[in-house]
């Protein structure tokens, strides 16, 4: 990411971030601006080229009252809805994208041994993101404002592997991901470390559609285990796939987005930039 870039990356993130906090005001476009240290028309540009609406319209998207009606709207087949064949419209993730292999009980157990995982950094519209692949598929994906961060927490989950700092196709294709072009995309492959329960919530999480939100509740109940729900937000605070395992999108009941493992000002950034383009993708409307 260059200086720019990150410098951009950075106004945006403090704008949300105020935004967020003062959203039952409704700070308008200059008391916005004024907060990052720019002029109304040049954030007012800078804004609508990151997120692809106004700010005034991304403050609707991440407001309580906003999460609460998406919460309202959704039906018993919520993740049904992410078994839509295909790649064009909305852009979803759904499971025919995605392959999940859990790593054998000895790879659990022995915490890595053995075990080669190759790392590399990416930018991304959110920041820099590490990725972490075995032979297998990615093992691991997490924003890191600072190198260390994300490879810190990736050396904690596997103690006795091999790190390698290189960049193979496994992470490349990962990668195309985010550009929202899968024309070249494979299938994506995850190889992940997590008990059998928390495998479970974590497909559960793929199969939330792009732009919709759901509870805790709702993923014990996807799951059969309706009363787990403390366990579940347990589990999905140990996601170890950043967005492309959208544990962003789970929020509580109430519509407070509550916390996130990489910042709570991303996990905003995250809901209303995915709400933002789900509406301009289904209504062209900007």
């Known amino acids: 990411m260059n200086e720019q870039a990150y410098l951009n990356y950075n106004r945006i993130a403090e704008a949300i971030q105020y935004i967020q906090q003062n959203f039952k005001e409704q700070p308008g476009l200059k008391e916005i601006a004024d907060k990052i240290n720019l002029s109304p028309h ?32 959704s039906q018993a087949t919520l993740f049904e809805a992410a078994y839509e064949t295909g790649l064009s419209g909305t852009g979803r993730l759904h499971d025919l994208f995605i392959k999940i292999e859990g790593m054998t009980p000895g790879e659990y157990k022995n915490k890595g041994e053995n075990l080669s995982i190759n790392y590399s950094y990416y930018d991304t519209l959110f920041g820099k993101i590490l990725i972490a692949s075995t032979h297998k598929g990615v093992c691991y994906m997490g924003f ?13 989950r596997f103690q006795k592997a091999k790190l390698v700092f290189q960049t193979d196709d496994i992470q490349e294709n990962a990668m195309i991901f985010y550009t929202k072009d899968w024309s070249k995309m494979k299938q994506i492959k995850l190889h992940l470390k997590g008990t059998d329960f928390q495998l479970k919530v974590w497909e559960a999480l793929l199969k939330i559609p792009t732009g919709n939100l759901t509870t805790y509740g709702r ?51 995250l809901i209303g930039w995915e709400a933002s383009n789900s509406m301009i993708q289904n209504t062209g409307v900007k």
């Open 42 to 73: 040049h954030f007012q540009r800078l804004f609508t080229d990151w997120a692809g609406v106004s700010p005034k319209k991304f403050l609707q998207y991440i407001s309580i009252q906003h999460a609460k009606q998406i919460l309202s709207n």
């Open 144 to 156: 890191s404002d600072k190198n260390n961060e994300a490879l810190s927490e990736l050396k904690e």
């Open 219 to 269: 993923i014990a109940n996807t799951i059969q285990k309706p009363k787990a729900f403390r366990a579940v937000g347990t589990a999905i605070g140990n996601n170890p796939i950043a967005f492309i395992i959208p544990c962003h999108r789970v929020i509580q009941s109430s519509g407070v987005f509550g916390g996130y493992m990489w910042g709570v000002t991303r996990k905003t950034a």
